[in-house]
């Protein structure tokens, strides 16, 4: 199966090198072009893309709105969105992860990781695990954000004791395969857990089941080292 990605970005040589390099993947597709939010918007309710490569500094809608107009939007519940952009700051990057996106990552990064990065998001995964943006879950999103949080906290008294002890792990930053390996589970057992916790609380993808386990106290974030 061919994941079909939409770029937006309002940079037109930028669009051009990311297409380049998704088209020669044999499991990649580009489906469609945005050059500001507004256009992303749309262009995702038309073609109902996999993956979103979403900027956030763009002329008319920003990134940051547009990824929450896009993941609110029941009609684009199979729609993951990544976040790749020059500004990798702690408060985009918690933004992001509350507007619903599955993924951050800086434009730096190496063709091989951000190829990688639009498999990991359109199969459901969130790029949650590097140390870096551990730090910054744990810092900020527990901060009290405008609006409810994903799932009342009285929700998580569906999970089992299993599935929130994973829920927990995950929320850690922990992969699947770390998460096995800690349990001595199968990663097929610890996926599992994981997909029954997200449709008990509602959540679309691995990121907003995290965003639920912090803001709902299932995980603690631990003070910042100064």
Do not use: W
Request: include cysteine.
């Amino acid at each position: 199966m061919t994941i079909r990605v939409l770029l937006a970005d309002d940079q037109a040589l930028l669009r051009g090198t990311f297409r380049l390099l998704i088209d020669s993947c044999d499991d990649l597709e580009v489906a469609g072009e945005a050059a500001d939010g507004d256009q992303a918007i749309d262009l995702a309710r038309v073609l109902r893309p996999d993956v979103v490569l979403m900027d956030i500094r763009m002329p008319r809608t920003d990134g940051l709105t547009a990824t929450a107009a896009i993941c609110d939007d029941p009609d684009l519940a199979g729609t993951r969105v990544l976040i790749l952009t020059t500004f990798e700051t702690e408060e985009h990057v918690a933004r992001a992860l509350r507007a619903g996106a599955s993924g951050f990552l800086g434009k730096h990064v190496t063709t091989d990781t951000l190829l990688d990065a639009i498999r990991t998001v359109a199969a459901g995964e969130a790029l949650l695990s590097p140390a870096a943006t551990r730090a910054l879950i744990t810092r900020f999103l527990t901060t009290p954000a405008s609006g409810p949080p994903p799932a009342p906290a009285e929700r998580l008294g569906d999970l089992t004791p299993r599935e929130q002890e994973i829920t927990a792990l995950a929320a850690l930053g922990k992969s699947n395969d770390e998460i096995a390996t800690d349990l001595v589970l199968s990663v097929l057992t610890v996926r599992t857990h994981i997909q029954r916790a997200m449709t008990k609380l509602g959540a679309r993808d691995r990121a907003q089941l995290v965003v639920i386990a912090y803001q709902n106290g299932l995980v603690r974030a631990e003070p910042p080292q100064t």
